[in-house]
């Protein structure tokens, strides 16, 4: 938990500083035993929440994933890279902390080790940008104007853009329907939906 919360401050700091609608870290605790920081929240309110029509909505989320996207990759410090997001699932794999239960149902057959396995043989290229590493609508604060705002960026780094567009573009279809999930694309500017590596990085997300 205290390297969970460290990570969360570094990189919604570095956020910040690069002009995302983060969190601004106000003061940071540390002790021997604990972290904790107090925080300026992003004004708006969970995108689950949010007033807009769907539509409007989506095609925030797809602006908002646009810019942050647009970041300067060279300047971000943190690795999401698909070696990093293997590591971490074998580790977690290892400590018993993923639940095929909780599978999509097109996964239900697969023991974790297994999931992994058939996704280390799929691995795709990877075109790296900024990502939010955590792209759910609970994540994601909207305000009266429709503006983008992000929270619980511990996972930020550089990663492979569908990282966030596949978890996002499902949740959006799922949540509101396939026009949505359209429209998301379309205004993120997307004309080409891979929909391939989607399911890859949707896959990759249930051992998150």
């Not at 149902?105 to 799929?122: I, K, T, V």
Request: with cysteine; net charge negative; proline share 3%.
């Amino acid at each position: 938990m205290r390297a969970e919360l460290r990570r969360e401050i570094e990189r919604t700091r570095w956020l910040a500083d690069h002009h995302m609608r983060v969190p601004t870290i106000l003061r940071v605790h540390e002790g021997s035993d604990f972290v904790a920081f107090l925080s300026h929240a992003v004004p708006g309110v969970v995108a689950t929440h949010a007033e807009h029509p769907p539509a409007i909505l989506a095609a925030a989320i797809g602006r908002g994933l646009a810019k942050l996207h647009a970041l300067a990759v060279a300047d971000c410090p943190f690795d999401e890279t698909l070696r990093t997001r293997f590591a971490r699932a074998r580790r977690l794999i290892r400590d018993g902390e993923i639940d095929a239960a909780n599978f999509d149902e097109r996964n239900r057959n697969l023991a974790p080790q297994g999931l992994l396995d058939r996704l280390c043989e799929r691995r795709p290229v990877e075109e790296l940008v900024v990502t939010h590493g955590d792209a759910t609508l609970s994540n994601i604060i909207v305000d009266h104007e429709a503006t983008i705002g992000f929270v619980d960026c511990g996972h930020c780094g550089k990663a492979d853009r569908y990282l966030d567009l596949a978890l996002m573009a499902q949740e959006l279809e799922e949540t509101f329907g396939r026009a949505e999930a359209r429209t998301f694309a379309a205004a993120y500017g997307e004309s080409r939906w891979n929909a391939v590596k989607a399911r890859f990085f949707a896959d990759l997300y249930e051992l998150f």
